[in-house]
C-alpha cells in the first residue's frame, strides 16, 4: 500500500525549532518529488515547499511565509522528507501534510498521495 | 503570485443535484490546476488534475473543465459522501496556491 506517516508534531514555544518527517512507503521514493502542506486550524490549505527528487538535483522551494526559517530534505535510503521549522511564530500553528507530486517532472505538480498529518501548535 | 478566486465559499445542494464551483485565476496557468475534497479530520484527496483529468479511482460523476484562468468543477448527481469542502490548486509558477474553499452542505 501506498503511504505517507508523518511524525514529530507536537507543542513548541514561538522562536524555537521543530523537524517533522515524512516515512514512504509502498512505492519507489527517490523518484518522486514531495511536498509539504499546511492548514491552520478552521482554515484553508497552505502549499508550504517543495523538493525535487535528485534526478532533478533535489532543490527545493518555498512559500514566502516560510523562505529563510523551513528546509525541507530528503533522505531516499530511508524514504523519509524532512522539514526543519526554525525561528517558530505562532502563525505557524497548524495540521503539517507531507505528499507526493503526481507529475514526476521537474516543475512539480498535483499531489496524489497525502499522509493524516501531524498538528504542530506553537505558543508560549 | 497567482491570486485565485474560488466561488461559491459555501452551497447548499441536496442528493442528486448537480452542482458546479468556479476557480478564477490572476493570471493565465494553461491547464495547471488541481481540483481536492477534504472532509472533516481527513487529508485531502486529489479528484481532477491538469484541469480536466480524472485521477485514478474518483468517480465519474466528478468533471473538471477550463483553461487560463477560468476552471470549473462539477460534480453530476451529488451523493451523500460528495458533502465536503473542495479546493482549487493552480501548480503553473512557484509559489504554487490554492482557492479558499468551497464547502458543499446538505440543504
Known amino acids: 500500500e501506498v503511504q505517507l506517516v508523518e511524525s514529530g508534531g507536537g507543542l513548541v514555544q514561538p522562536g524555537r525549532s521543530l523537524r517533522l518527517s515524512c516515512t514512504a512507503s509502498g512505492f519507489t521514493f527517490g523518484d518522486y518529488a514531495m511536498s509539504w502542506v499546511r492548514q491552520a486550524p478552521g482554515k484553508g490549505l497552505e502549499w508550504v515547499g517543495f523538493i525535487r527528487s535528485k534526478a532533478y538535483g533535489g532543490t527545493t522551494e518555498y512559500a514566502a511565509s516560510v523562505k529563510g526559517r523551513f528546509t525541507i530534505s530528503r533522505d531516499d535510503s530511508k524514504s523519509i522528507a524532512y522539514l526543519q521549522m526554525n525561528s517558530l511564530k505562532t502563525e505557524d500553528t497548524a495540521v503539517y501534510y507531507c505528499?507526493?507530486?503526481?507529475?514526476?517532472?521537474?516543475?512539480?505538480?498535483?499531489?496524489?498521495?497525502w499522509g493524516q498529518g501531524t498538528m504542530v501548535t506553537v505558543s508560549s | 503570485v497567482i491570486w485565485m478566486t474560488q466561488s461559491p465559499s459555501l452551497l447548499s445542494a441536496s442528493t442528486g443535484d448537480r452542482v458546479t464551483i468556479s476557480c478564477r485565476m490572476s493570471q493565465g496557468i494553461s491547464s495547471y490546476l488541481a481540483w481536492y475534497q477534504q472532509k472533516p479530520g481527513k487529508a485531502p484527496e486529489l479528484l481532477i488534475y491538469a484541469a480536466s483529468t480524472l485521477q485514478s479511482g474518483v468517480p465519474s460523476r466528478f468533471s473538471g473543465s477550463g483553461s487560463g484562468t477560468d476552471f470549473t468543477l462539477t460534480i453530476s448527481c451529488l451523493q451523500s459522501e460528495d458533502f465536503a469542502t473542495y479546493y482549487c490548486q493552480q501548480y503553473y509558477s512557484f509559489p504554487w496556491t490554492f482557492g479558499q474553499g468551497t464547502k458543499v452542505e446538505i440543504k
Open positions: 505528499t507526493r507530486d503526481l507529475s514526476g517532472n521537474y516543475d512539480g505538480g498535483a499531489f496524489d498521495i
